[in-house]
């Protein structure tokens, strides 16, 4: 969508402060012993606490308030039995409706006690996306993200997942801009307008470059396994640059 008047920017910031609100509480209530399913329940219930409705089951009828994905689940991991233990990586993805207006954000947790390369890979995928964020603005190419953050992950030693793409969101989970490439594509022409809103939101990882079907219906895993994290945020872009929608507070 395109924001076009303060009425549809308040309603966006509203339901961006709920998922970020929502993603940090699930961040600090994971615990070692828990599992996804509990871990889920407890996010749906903020959600539904602040008036707002799980876009992924809203949308897509999918099993779950949140995508919990740990380990070798890269992305869209259903909640469920699976419990949580020491050392591992979790990604949480919160999106969310309310008001007719969505917002989508994401991070990933590791639990403690676990390598340095693993709390060094999670603090550069934070760093890749902010990377990418630092390109939005309005009148600039689409490509400058992916070719920023592109650049960030070679200089740093990791691969980026090329099939998990960031999106359009607004007035729908995924809309048009559709396909918007966190790694570099020369193909990408396209100018961000003033107003547009879209997410970014890389897979850093130490060797997967790809995101393979499993045995259920939802949930990816990275090709080749390797540890790989997601750090996403809603974005605006304007002529000021980026106005990121999803931050808790």
Same mark, same amino acid.
């Given at each position: ?55 992924? $089951? ?60 693993? $709390?060094?890979?999670?603090?550069? +995928? ?17 490509? +400058? ?66 995101? $393979? ?37």
């Amino acid at each position: 969508m395109t924001i076009s008047n303060e009425d549809d920017l308040a309603r966006l910031k509203e339901v961006g402060r709920i998922v970020a609100n929502t993603l940090e509480a699930m961040g600090k209530a994971l615990e070692p012993g828990m599992t996804t399913s509990e871990l889920d329940q407890f996010g749906r219930k903020l959600l539904e606490v602040s008036g707002a409705r799980s876009a992924p $089951e809203l949308a897509y009828d999918f099993p779950g308030a949140t995508c919990i994905s740990v380990n070798e689940e890269v992305a869209h991991g259903i909640p469920g039995a699976r419990r949580i233990e020491r050392g591992d990586l979790v990604n949480i993805d919160v999106s969310a409706e309310k008001n007719g207006f969505f917002a989508d954000t994401g991070a990933s947790f590791a639990v403690p006690p676990v390598a340095r390369s693993i $709390e060094r890979l999670c603090r550069d +995928g934070r760093r890749a996306m902010w990377t990418g964020l630092r390109q939005v603005g309005a009148g600039r190419p689409i490509a +400058g993200i992916g070719q920023a953050i592109g650049t960030f992950a070679r200089k740093n030693g990791y691969t980026l997942v090329k099939n998990l793409a960031s999106h359009g969101v607004g007035l729908s989970l995924h809309e048009e801009p559709t396909e918007i490439a966190t790694w570099p594509d020369p193909s990408e022409r396209r100018i961000m307008s003033d107003g547009l809103v879209f997410t970014v939101e890389p897979f850093l990882s130490f060797g997967a470059e790809w995101a $393979e079907d499993g045995d259920d219906p939802w949930t990816l895993y990275s090709s080749p396994e390797a540890p790989t994290v997601q750090y996403e945020h809603t974005v605006i872009a304007t002529r000021n640059g980026p106005l990121v929608v999803t931050l808790a507070g």
